[in-house]
């Protein structure tokens, strides 16, 4: 079982990256926040891997770090989430973004991974939140935020993601703009920031 890689950078999609190690190369399956993460063809790379084992098929799937990982182990061993899906959740949310948003039973949130509509996110927010040990209303990892500024903190997040949808910005571009933005509460400034990050990418 392969539980990680480090070898050359021999190409790269959306999607997928093809990594050469030992003269043998390794197709891994990625969210789109590592391919950013990763340096140009050539380079060296080293990722946490999750060997998924069928009768038919051996699929790598690469991330950053082992918190990601695990998180990803936890998703498809969760009733109904296979791996395609495990991914692309960790593609609209990471790890920290998805433990707040299963703190806040943000719906909403989980609705933006495609293919996941209302009764699943609903059934996802109950096993979720038990499998991954989430505690109730934790939104901040700031030592010194209280319960209530976390909360209108991630109110004030929750409306800009909702007016970026209603924009027609895409899910994932929503995502990885909303993991770039500080904590506040001010949501007219947050948008604006974000509209920013948009237009500059």
Request: charged share 20%; glycine share 12%; aromatic share 4%.
């Amino acid at each position: 079982m392969i539980g990680s890689l480090r070898g050359e950078l021999l190409d790269r999609t959306d999607s997928e990256l093809l990594i050469e190690v030992a003269g043998l190369g390794y197709r891994v399956q990625v969210t789109p926040a590592v391919v950013d993460q990763v340096g140009s063809l050539g380079s060296e790379v080293f990722l946490f891997i999750h060997h998924h084992q069928r009768e038919d098929a051996g699929t790598l799937f690469g991330f950053g770090s082992l918190d990601e990982r695990r998180v990803f182990e936890t998703l498809i061993s969760t009733h109904g989430v296979g791996p395609s899906m495990g991914l692309a959740i960790l593609s609209v949310h990471s790890p920290l973004g998805l433990r707040q948003v299963l703190a806040t039973d943000d719906i909403d949130g989980l609705c933006m991974v495609p293919g996941v509509g209302k009764k699943t996110a609903a059934r996802l927010l109950i096993e979720l939140k038990t499998r991954l040990k989430v505690p109730e209303g934790v939104v901040s990892t700031s030592a010194g935020a209280g319960a209530g500024a976390g909360a209108a903190a991630n109110s004030a997040r929750g409306d800009v993601r909702d007016a970026l949808l209603g924009l027609g910005y895409g899910p994932e571009e929503v995502a990885r703009v909303l993991s770039e933005l500080p904590e506040a509460t001010d949501t007219s400034d947050l948008l604006r920031q974000a509209l920013q990050r948009l237009a500059a990418a």
